[in-house]
């Protein structure tokens, strides 16, 4: 199991400029998801769309170039990466000399899968196209206008219940926080529930989801840990779990994980990140 212990995250650290990939901190996934009962056959499929913001290298020439990319890590990755550790490798590219833009997203790119041990995708979008960037709010209706009491802030699945004909729906909470594990930090979130099956009562779903206010949990595992509550509980036909985290130190992460095979949906940020 990975130490949470030796990884930058919580501890003081120097920003450096030179380029080196062992400043990658990969997280195994298996322990965390051992804890919520999922064996080597995963009941999902998906991915975690990270963003990055505040991406900066050097051409031929010396001359600074940005960007902004997006990071697509497969959710069938043994590990995923500590978020901090990514910054510091970013940042640390900041004076490395790259002759094209691909020869940096491929760098990334590499370095990234081998410390995952999947293939992540690297898309850059340069300065030139920022302006045809979208954003948007999550599709669906909204929970956080039910009237409602809460008084429990650690996950509560006894909270989800069903009941009715079947339906299919997507429902929506901006409300939604938890805490970084090591720092305690909030990591605030939309998430996004859709799904084919019997009705889900919406008042016990928004007060589950509040529940996470503060649990201590990396975003992707959260997002599993939702899944797996809702698919277990409510036993739906189909499920899938979108959560856009806002952004941290440049980067957000904004895990996705589907009962089915559609591929995640388009990366597009809401106003908050």
């Known amino acids: 199991m990975t130490d949470l212990k030796s990884s930058p995250l919580g ?6 400029d030179a380029y080196d990939p062992r400043l990658l901190f990969a997280v195994e996934r298996a ?4 804890e919520l009962g999922f064996g080597a056959a995963l009941p999902f499929r998906g991915a975690d769309l990270w963003t990055a913001y505040e991406l900066s290298w050097l ?16 959710a069938e990755s043994p590990c995923i990466v500590e978020s901090k550790s990514v910054k ?68 509560r699945p006894e909270a989800l219940a069903t009941g009715g004909a079947p339906t299919a729906e997507t429902l929506f909470t901006r409300l939604f926080r938890s805490v970084c594990p090591v720092t305690g930090q909030p990591d605030y979130a939309s998430v996004q529930i859709r799904y084919r099956g019997t009705r889900i009562d919406r ?14 949990g990396f975003h992707e595992h ?25 952004r941290r130190g440049g980067v957000d992460i904004n895990p996705y994980r589907t009962s089915g095979d559609e591929p995640p949906p ?6 908050r990140q």
């Not at 031929?60 to 902004?68: E, F, L, T, W, Y």
């Not at 000399?97 to 979008?125: K, N, P, Y």
């Not at 388009?266 to 106003?271: G, I, K, Q, S, W």
Request: hydrophobic content about 45%; overall charge neutral; proline content about 7%.
């Open 11 to 16: 501890h003081a650290t120097t920003y450096g």
């Open 31 to 34: 322990p965390q998801r051992a």
């Open 59 to 74: 051409d031929r020439a010396g001359k600074p170039q940005v960007a902004i990319a997006l990071l697509t890590v497969p």
């Open 88 to 155: 510091l490798y970013l940042s640390a590219l900041n004076q490395t000399r790259f002759v094209t833009d691909a020869e940096f997203a491929a760098t990334i790119a590499r370095d990234l899968s081998e410390a995952t041990g999947a293939t992540v995708g690297v898309t850059l979008t340069v300065p030139d196209a920022f302006c045809a960037l979208p954003h948007a709010e999550l599709d669906g209706e909204c929970l956080d206008a039910l009237p409602l009491r809460f008084d429990a802030y650690a996950p």
């Open 203 to 216: 008042a016990g779903l928004l007060r589950y989801l509040v529940s996470f206010r503060q649990h201590p």
């Open 222 to 246: 959260c997002v599993e840990r939702i899944f797996a509550d809702v698919w277990r509980r409510c036993q739906p036909q189909s499920l899938a779990v979108y959560a856009r985290f806002t």
């Open 266 to 271: 388009p990366n597009v940020r809401t106003a």
